[in-house]
């Protein structure tokens, strides 16, 4: 793929390194993103979950000239820690890292926040949440000119959403993490934001149920009239990596064609 800006858009990403996780198909939140960032010219680094899931992940990898496609489970260490150092080895630097991964066991999300068992809520706050914490301190020392960091939220964070359950007070915590960060972080020119979709149907919304619910009543409440699609979140998280949002940092923005505003 040429690294040309799609048309009518200017490179205002061209050069800069970013690294993307949470792709696991073409209807992910994060291949939307990976592409808006090519599109403005970002070089990539992509990561599948799995090796059961890199067949769908590494099609789409080329189809974007990723430089690198690497293995990551991030409650493996060991390649966590391996990813930030190819990384470090190939580009020498890092400019923008997209989080997009959220997991909770099947019968902690599907019993409500009651019964949720210790466990289940501690793996579900490990992988959707605490992956972020742990990612930012690998990204940050190959930020030295400063970076963004992007994950993914959703209103059941400040709102009760039925069925959300354990994933609620998780996202509550990522929203607080990433304010955290963004003060941590902001001495060293690292901006950290959450994005805040609508529902959109992906392989971890099938998880939720009742989704279709959500999906009809979003388009009902919507001022925009209108369903958000992952290009809309990919193209609001490669602004928030523009020099247009340097004075941005700490903020849940909602991509949500403004449900968020309505009583
Ligand atoms: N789909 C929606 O309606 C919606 C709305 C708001 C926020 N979100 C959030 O967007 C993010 C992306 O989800 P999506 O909707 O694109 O679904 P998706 O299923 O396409 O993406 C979820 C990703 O998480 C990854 N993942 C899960 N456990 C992992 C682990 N241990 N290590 C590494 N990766 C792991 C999966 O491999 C997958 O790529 C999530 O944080 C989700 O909560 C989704």
Request: negative net charge.
């Amino acid at each position: 793929m040429s690294s040309e800006p799609a048309e009518g858009l200017r490179p205002v990403l061209a050069g800069m390194k970013a690294l993307v996780t949470g792709i696991a198909n073409e209807h992910s939140i994060a291949y939307g993103c990976a592409k808006a960032f090519r599109e403005l010219g970002a070089d990539l680094a992509i990561t599948y979950a799995s090796e059961k899931a890199k067949p769908y992940v590494e099609p789409l990898a080329s189809e974007l000239g990723a430089e690198l496609l690497l293995p990551l489970d991030v409650g493996d260490a060991a390649q966590l820690q391996s990813v930030f150092g190819q990384i470090g080895q190939r580009w020498g630097r890092l400019d923008i890292l997209l989080h997009s991964i959220a997991w909770a066991p099947k019968d902690d999300l599907h019993g409500g926040l009651l019964h949720c068992s210790s466990e289940g809520f501690a793996r579900a706050m490990d992988i959707s949440c605490h992956s972020f914490v742990r990612m930012a301190a690998l990204a940050a020392p190959l930020m030295d000119q400063g970076g963004t960091l992007l994950t993914m939220s959703y209103y059941g964070a400040n709102k009760v959403v039925p069925n959300y359950s354990v994933m609620g007070p998780v996202k509550a915590a990522l929203e607080a993490c990433t304010r955290y960060l963004a003060y941590e972080l902001g001495p060293k020119g690292i901006r950290v934001h959450a994005i805040s979709p609508g529902p959109l149907k992906t392989r971890a919304a099938s998880g939720l149920k009742d989704f279709d619910l959500l999906l009809n009543e979003a388009v009902e409440r919507a001022p925009l009239g209108e369903l958000v699609d992952i290009m809309d979140v990919g193209y609001t998280c490669a602004f928030l990596a523009t020099p247009y949002a340097r004075r941005v940092s700490g903020e849940t923005l909602y991509v949500d064609g403004g449900v968020n505003i309505m009583a």
